[in-house]
Nanobody, 122 residues
Framework: QVHLVESGGGSVQTGGSLRLSCAPL????????IGWYRRAPGKEREIVAA???????NYAASVKGRFTISKDRAKNTAYLQMNDLRDDDTAVYYC????????????????WGQGTRVTVSE
């Protein structure tokens, strides 16, 4: 399992934007898909967006049209651009790399990084 470091979180007002970054430690994303996940207070971890090894993209219904997932192969970094943020986007966001499919279920991963916290408020 590739170990990843998330960054870019912060506190924003409703309607604001943030861009999260995800980079591997001592490795590359080469040939792998990337998934962004989040855990909101009091809720189970859920998938937010994923880009498959082949480049297919999938979004959770709650973020479709507001969030954009991308991968920069040259920078070996993945991103989650989040626009029009809402209160219910408040969560700790995590990224994971995977070898097949279109975004594994969170239970498929044993190890999680520290994530990056996003807080959205009025």
């Amino acid at each position: 399992q590739v170990h990843l470091v998330e960054s870019g979180g912060g506190s924003v007002q409703t309607g604001g934007s943030l861009r999260l970054s995800c980079a591997p430690l001592g490795s590359t994303f080469s040939g792998q898909g990337i998934g962004w996940y989040r855990r909101a207070p009091g809720k189970e971890r859920e998938i937010v967006a994923a880009i498959s090894p082949g480049g297919n993209i999938n979004y959770a219904a709650s973020v479709k049209g507001r969030f954009t997932i991308s991968k920069d192969r040259a920078k070996n970094t993945a991103y989650l651009q989040m626009n029009d943020l809402r209160d219910d986007d408040t969560a700790v966001y995590y990224c994971q790399a995977f070898k097949a499919g279109l975004g594994p279920h969170p239970s498929d991963f044993d190890d999680w990084g520290q994530g990056t916290r996003v807080t959205v408020s009025e």
